[in-house]
């Protein structure tokens, strides 16, 4: 039971819940589906599994033009044409113009891989209704050859979406469902530290302070993330900003380098305007 | 118990299927968690419910179901846990020393006997505290009670206790989507409308980049396809401000604020109560820069969508009487206007920020619902996506 069992890494923090779905996922040979708000690690998780689990990592992004077809695999006939024209040997075999997938590659590893599915979303709504079979007898069949792919060992399979379309029942079905919640600030510290170990503490509770107080305000059109903390704490360190000049006075009502964290010049404003406000309710 | 607790969730409508309840059986078969009630959550969560909006609902079942019962899953804790599992994981902890001294108490038999026993004893005694079974002493309880790799066979009342509150704190309420909405719900549902904006991706072939690209490969054809892409919903909005809106404005401005960056063709227009001759696209300056309806009407072709986003509450005459109007004098009745707005526009719906259950004791929503042909919507992440369902249906 100790082996083969995920409970984060050094570099990525994963809250109770967050294992118990990968390791049920895992356990079971099922593909675990992870939603969250952008930017709070979906993508990441699957390569610190692979990480933790040390097993290898296959990536397959899905863009918008992506068809399901291309994970399994391509026949290139337009390369077999051109070698028919040009007289080629190896036109013959038709096996020379079949060109593996994401899929077809996890399936033949040696090792049990670790496959990541990026934003299924982004595909068109037939994308995963076309994967059902594949992903549940993790085999296909190759039209062209007439052979039948069958996964070597069940790949660890991690799907993540941003939301952008309803994934059809049939295919939810098939997987573990994991929502990674926006951390609270307990964990969030333990993200921190866990990427700035060094970081002095007063500079911390300062920049969560500051964080979360943006977080919180009302109406912001994008709030920031976990990744645009990281990156602010980056630079706040790299400018060897004093944790006094977080609290802002009263000259200075933005915090500084805010733009690692506010992304939209209305956000700014109307953090402005807010803090303006709480300011002078306080004086 | 599992039964039940399946039957229930169905009944509280979050939509469980057999495979899943299955899929989950099959977890603790497999020994998934270690029988705790906190990992149990967490894994009857991940395998029963597939969609964020539904952790509320899942949360609150499991709270009434599992009531009183996490009692029952510390006593499994201790007392239930298989021999070999224990010896396996001993061994593998363990160093050489520690199981002679474990043979020196007698055998595995005797120590799990032993083990119980004290269970049974600390039970009774840490009424309220939080001590592991075993601390990490030099009782061999604790090598494998609390091992450095965190497996726990003992019992944390306190841990039980935050367990509790994971699900008491029904921390996914605004996900849920009867609930009114909020900007990343609404985005969620406008997104959806988007994904009929776009039919498929279907693939086309690019004659332009064929032709250029065979010609560049010295006449051995090269074939080029792009993506066939065409955005094709087309919406106009029309929002009602002011009176008895004021409350519902926040809401409306978020729907606006989310719908403009998810269309191409958006137009939007304000409104008072009910639509009559006069629209205005800017508030500030509603009653210096109106727009004609007739020329709106004109203006947008029958494959514009229609929503209208009002509360509906109003007095009736401001639908049915020539003059009702409560800001000027309006010389048609608002359901001439309507159904002028459905004659050129007739896939559209009504949103209504009001709750449903208020509806039938207001006559004027009555009445603009059957102007709607009872197309009227909750401004609820559901109702948008029932409303855009209507939308989508031709007519």
Known sequence: MTEGRFRGTERYVATDDLMMAVNAAVTLGRPLLVKGEPGTGKTQLAEEVARALDRPFIQWHIKSTVKAQQGLYEYDAVSRLRDSQLGEARVHDIGNYIVKGKLWEAFSADVQPVLLIDEIDKADIEFPNDLLLELDRMEFYVYETRQTIRAVHRPIIIITSNNEKE????????????????????????????????????????????????????????RPSTSELLDWIKLLVAEDIPPEALRGDQRKLIPPLYGALLKNEQDVHLFERLLFMSRRKKD | MMTDFFFKLRKASVPVTLTEFLTLLEALNQRVTAHSVEEFYYLARAALVKDERYYDRFDQVFASHFKGLETLFDGLAGVSVPLEWLRKLAELTLSEEDQQLIEAMGGWEKLMETFAQRMAEQEGRHQGGNKWIGTAGTSPYGAYGYNP??????????????AV???????????????????????????????????????????????????????????????????????????????????HVRACEELFSAARSEFKHLEYFYFHNMVYEGLWKDNRRRYTEKIDTLTVLHTFTRDYKLILVGDATMSPYEITYPGGSVEHFNPEAGDVWINRLLAVWPQAIWLNPQTPNRWSYIPSIQMVRELMDDRMYPLTLEGLEQGIRALQRAR
């Open chain 2, 165 to 247: 509150k994971v699900w008491d704190r029904r921390e996914f309420r605004n996900l849920d989507d009867t609930v009114e909405l909020g900007t990343r719900n609404i985005k969620v549902a406008l997104r959806r409308l988007r994904r009929f904006a776009r039919e498929g991706a279907v693939e086309e072939l690019d004659l332009d980049d064929t032709i250029r690209s065979t010609a560049r490969n010295a006449g051995w054809l090269d074939l080029k396809m792009v993506p066939e892409r065409h955005n094709a919903v087309k919406v106009l909005l029309f929002l009602d401000v002011g009176g008895s809106m004021d409350d």
């Open chain 1, 167 to 222: 994934l059809p029942d049939a295919f939810l079905r098939r997987c573990f469902f994991h929502y990674i919640r926006f951390p609270d600030k307990e964990t969030m510290e333990r993200i921190v530290r866990v990427h700035y170990p060094d970081l002095k503490k007063h500079l911390l509770s300062e920049a969560l302070e500051t964080f979360f107080e943006i977080r919180e305000a009302p109406g912001l059109k994008k």
């Open chain 2, 149 to 162: 790799e965190g497996i726990r066979i003992g019992q944390d009342v306190s841990r039980h206790r935050r």
